[in-house]
């Protein structure tokens, strides 16, 4: 998984798998979502995300199950 932000574009891109992109659907005006052949999610972009998603601020954690 792969998580980066364009400061240029205000873009915050997450890659949840490296797989090639068969379909993107528009969620809505500034977000899109990439499937793969069988329908699984590869990534979702979101545009003016400092807004939307406070990008780039984040944090991460692995909680254990």
């Known amino acids: 998984m792969k998580i980066r932000y364009f400061a240029d574009t ?3 891109l997450i890659e949840f798998r490296d797989a ?4 993107t659907r528009d969620l809505d005006e500034n977000t ?6 069988q329908g699984d999610v590869c990534s979702i972009t979101v545009e003016h ?3 939307r998603a406070d990008a780039p601020q984040f944090s991460y954690e692995q909680v254990a199950a």
């Not at 090639?20 to 379909?23: G, H, I, L, S």
């Not at 899109?32 to 052949?37: I, P």
């Open 10 to 12: 205000d873009t915050l």
């Open 20 to 23: 090639p992109v068969a379909e």
């Open 49 to 51: 995300a400092s807004k």
């Open 32 to 37: 899109l979502l990439d499937l793969d052949a």
